[in-house]
Every structure is written in structure tokens, then in C-alpha cells.
């Protein structure tokens, strides 16, 4: 069996150069019209990685002092801002817990003065004679009320002195964290006409609540000078002053 090879004639050889010609002018043709295939072999669509998966063009980054969240930053300010609005979020409460008021601060709900939430000092005074200060400080983190007048005992008193009537004031003294109020101690009769004078080295202050009726929360137990003080059957206290010049003037 004889083998043979097809011929290519000249004819041929004209066809297939006629149909690159073409080719080549179509390709021109859509390069031209911003279509298809670019020069250096780039495309005009979306840019893709070496695996295929087109990747989307860099975003701009956000000017200074912007975020691009729109939502509510864990950092956001107070419900109440400087200018008094309303922001729409609520604060977190400090203790961590769901929210609202911590408790503390003076906006809180006041409690009673006691000992628990002050601290007592006693102080002899000069003038008047035979007269001692007592000073109450708030050291907690609420208003307190100071009710009534110091139910005091001085070394193993089994009662406590009277009050002077007239000196009661005209509303309940309150102490804001931090201040003091004041009430002073006739010790002895400035004449001597005092009986039963002894010297004591102790003293115990009990708090009064709204009623007046006994002592509430924990006692004070101010420190008095080491050589005691004389106290006799004269003994009275003034009803609790916002003011020391008030206590004193007693």
C-alpha cells in the first residue's frame, strides 16, 4: 500500500494568510474600543490573582477623626453630654452591673449619720468653760441626716445627759460627703454648784434616727485627753448643729 501526503498549493497557503490578516484586524478593532484584550496582555475587567479569584480594588482609607462604623463606640460618652442632650446610650453603671445609678455620690439615697459613716472627735473648748465639742464627720459616700442630739455616756454612766431644748435647730441637719456638724457638752457648772463631779476617761456617742426613740447603727468612740475630763450632775448637750459657732454658743 502506498502512502501519500497532502499537497499544500499556493492557494492554501493564500487562504490561511488572508484569515490571519482578518484575525488581526478584529483584534485591532476591539482593543481600540476599550473591549477585550489590551496591549502587554492585560485586561480591562476586574484584576485576579494568581489562582483565579478576582480580588476588589483597594478601598479609601477614612480621613482623620472619622471611623467608618457607623454604630455605637464601646467608649461613647454619658447619656448627658456638656450640652445637656440626650445622646440615646446609656452610660455604663461603675459597678458593672446592668446599668443606671452606681449608688454612691451624693445624688444618692441618703442614709442616717452613724458611726458606721462618720467619725466622732471630742475636744475640750476654753469658752465657753467647761465645755467640750463634739464634731461628726461624713466619711461615706452618701448624704447623711444627723438626727436629733448625741446620746452621750461618759465612763460607766448608766443615762444619758439631758438636751437643751432651746437649742433645737430649725430643720435636720444634713451632711453632704465630707462635712461636719457639730454639737457641744456642758462637762460641769462653770459656778461649781455642780454635785457628783468625778473625772472620766471614756465616752460613747450614740446616733439618734428619725424617731428619736433610742440609738440606731454603730456607736462612736472618740478619743478624750489622757488625764480625763470632770464632768458632775450639770451634765447637758445641744441638739446636733450645721454650724460649730451655733454648737458652741450654747
Same mark, same amino acid.
Given at each position: 500500500?502506498?502512502?501519500?501526503?497532502?499537497?499544500?498549493?499556493?492557494?492554501?497557503?493564500?487562504?490561511?494568510?488572508?484569515?490571519?490578516?482578518?484575525?488581526?484586524?478584529?483584534?485591532?478593532?476591539?482593543?481600540?474600543?476599550?473591549?477585550?484584550?489590551?496591549?502587554?496582555?492585560?485586561?480591562?475587567?476586574?484584576?485576579?490573582?494568581?489562582?483565579?479569584?478576582?480580588?476588589?480594588?483597594?478601598?479609601?482609607?477614612?480621613?482623620?477623626?472619622?471611623?467608618?462604623? %457607623? +454604630? *455605637?463606640? =464601646? $467608649? !461613647?460618652?454619658?447619656?448627658?453630654?456638656p450640652?445637656?442632650?440626650?445622646?440615646? &446610650?446609656? #452610660? /455604663?453603671?461603675?459597678?458593672?452591673?446592668?446599668?443606671?445609678? %452606681? +449608688? *454612691?455620690? =451624693? $445624688? !444618692?439615697?441618703?442614709?442616717?449619720?452613724?458611726?458606721?459613716?462618720t467619725?466622732? &472627735?471630742? #475636744? /475640750?473648748?476654753?469658752?465657753?468653760?467647761?465645755?467640750?465639742?463634739?464634731?461628726?464627720?461624713?466619711?461615706?459616700?452618701?448624704?447623711?441626716?444627723?438626727?436629733?442630739?448625741?446620746?452621750?455616756?461618759?465612763?460607766?454612766?448608766?443615762?444619758?445627759?439631758?438636751?437643751?431644748?432651746?437649742?433645737?435647730?430649725?430643720?435636720?441637719?444634713?451632711?453632704?460627703?465630707?462635712?461636719?456638724?457639730?454639737?457641744?457638752?456642758?462637762l460641769?457648772?462653770?459656778?461649781?454648784?455642780?454635785?457628783?463631779?468625778?473625772?472620766?476617761?471614756?465616752?460613747?456617742?450614740?446616733?439618734?434616727?428619725?424617731?428619736?426613740?433610742?440609738?440606731?447603727?454603730?456607736?462612736?468612740?472618740?478619743?478624750?485627753?489622757?488625764?480625763g475630763?470632770?464632768?458632775?450632775?450639770?451634765?447637758?448637750?445641744?441638739y446636733?448643729?450645721?454650724?460649730?459657732?451655733?454648737?458652741?454658743?450654747?
Amino acid at each position: 500500500m502506498s502512502s501519500f501526503r497532502t499537497a499544500r498549493t499556493p492557494r492554501a497557503r493564500l487562504v490561511g494568510a488572508a484569515a490571519t490578516v482578518v484575525l488581526a484586524a478584529l483584534s485591532l478593532t476591539a482593543c481600540n474600543d476599550g473591549t477585550g484584550v489590551e496591549s502587554e496582555g492585560r485586561t480591562t475587567g476586574t484584576p485576579s490573582t494568581a489562582n483565579g479569584t478576582a480580588t476588589a480594588p483597594p478601598q479609601d482609607e477614612p480621613a482623620a477623626g472619622t471611623t467608618q462604623d %457607623s +454604630g *455605637t463606640d =464601646a $467608649s !461613647a460618652p454619658a447619656a448627658n453630654g456638656p450640652a445637656g442632650k440626650d445622646s440615646g &446610650t446609656k #452610660a /455604663p453603671a461603675a459597678s458593672g452591673g446592668s446599668g443606671g445609678s %452606681s +449608688g *454612691t455620690g =451624693a $445624688s !444618692a439615697k441618703p442614709v442616717t449619720c452613724e458611726g458606721s459613716v462618720t467619725r466622732t &472627735t471630742a #475636744a /475640750p473648748l476654753t469658752r465657753p468653760v467647761n465645755h467640750m465639742l463634739l464634731t461628726v464627720t461624713n466619711t461615706g459616700s452618701r448624704t447623711c441626716f444627723l438626727y436629733g442630739y448625741p446620746a452621750v455616756r461618759f465612763g460607766e454612766a448608766q443615762a444619758v445627759p439631758p438636751v437643751i431644748e432651746d437649742s433645737q435647730p430649725q430643720a435636720v441637719v444634713t451632711l453632704e460627703p465630707g462635712q461636719s456638724g457639730y454639737a457641744s457638752v456642758s462637762l460641769a457648772a462653770a459656778d461649781g454648784s455642780g454635785t457628783n463631779g468625778h473625772t472620766v476617761k471614756s465616752l460613747t456617742v450614740h446616733f439618734q434616727g428619725r424617731s428619736g426613740n433610742g440609738s440606731v447603727g454603730t456607736a462612736a468612740q472618740p478619743s478624750l485627753p489622757a488625764q480625763g475630763v470632770y464632768v458632775d450632775d450639770s451634765l447637758k448637750v445641744t441638739y446636733w448643729q450645721q454650724s460649730m459657732d451655733d454648737a458652741v454658743s450654747w
